[in-house]
């Protein structure tokens, strides 16, 4: 072996634990990767914890990023409802890690956004509890016309198409059905079909005082999302009382 080879394979075999070191060292973890931009976070600047969460889920490669980023989202909500809190509820709905944690996110970005309520709080207007109700007494009796016109008024129609579940058959059964139902047509005489338009009138009528059980009737036995704005933790899953980012965790003072 000429010198010149010895001396490669002495340069290699030096080599090798470092690389060996290197292999050994654990990934960044998400903490890490982002350590600095989570450090220099202030609850005065509440935009900053939702702009570093989208660049956060953009790139994450992992849970605990995924994670992280949720959390960044939820500090932006639960510090700034009134202007972030939509954006931040929807952000959070992107990277929902199940279809329940989605649809949940939607629901309380209609609230905190002011444009609606939880499907639990549904509460019909009088006129269109008139107009439903009429319109189930007359396909009760056959008079299928008379039910549809009666669904035009007060957006009876509206009501229909949100409770219609609760029908034998739902909306467009009922509708189909009203339109078959010809002057001089014969009522109904099926006890379910009976039973289900009452029990419909009465949950609608009985508004806000509505049993769970009512509300089983009207939406089924999906499981209803329940929404306390004013429970910011229970809502954005953070605590606000420690948004400072500090050794590595989510701190109580700056």
């Known amino acids: 072996m000429t010198p010149r080879a010895l001396r490669a394979i002495v340069s290699t075999l030096a080599v090798v634990p470092v690389l060996l070191a290197l292999a050994a060292r654990p990934a960044p973890s ?24 989208e660049e956060v889920a953009d790139q994450a490669g992992s849970d605990a990023e995924r994670r992280l ?34 649809v949940r996110a939607l629901a309380a970005a209609e609230l905190v956004g ?13 006129a269109q509890v008139d107009a439903l109700a009429r319109a189930i007494s007359y396909h009760r009796r056959g008079e ?11 957006d009876g129609d509206g009501l229909l198409d949100q409770v219609g579940v609760a029908l034998s058959g739902g909306a467009d059964v009922f509708r189909e059905e009203c339109k078959a139902a010809r002057a001089g047509a014969a009522p109904v005489t099926d006890e379910d079909v009976i039973a289900r338009g ?26 209803l999302i329940e929404i306390d704005l004013t429970d910011p933790e229970s809502t954005w ?7 400072w980012w500090r050794g590595g965790q989510w701190a109580g003072n700056g």
């Open 114 to 126: 002011g444009r609606g309520a939880s499907r639990a709080g549904l509460v019909a207007e009088p």
């Open 198 to 223: 009452l029990l419909v009138e009465h949950a609608l009528r009985s508004g806000e005082l509505r049993s769970p059980g009512l509300d089983t009737a009207l939406f089924g036995d999906e499981p």
């Open 144 to 154: 299928g016309r008379k039910a549809l016109g009666a669904l035009k008024q007060g």
């Open 237 to 243: 899953r953070v605590d606000p009382a420690r948004p």
């Open 69 to 102: 980023a949720r959390e960044l989202f939820g500090y932006a909500g639960a510090l700034d409802p009134t202007r972030l809190g939509r954006s931040a509820m929807l952000a959070l709905a992107s990277i929902a890690e199940s279809d329940a944690e989605r």
């Open 30 to 53: 998400a903490e890490s990767r982002w350590d600095a931009r989570l450090a220099r976070l202030d609850p005065v600047r509440p935009m900053d914890y939702l702009e570093l969460g």
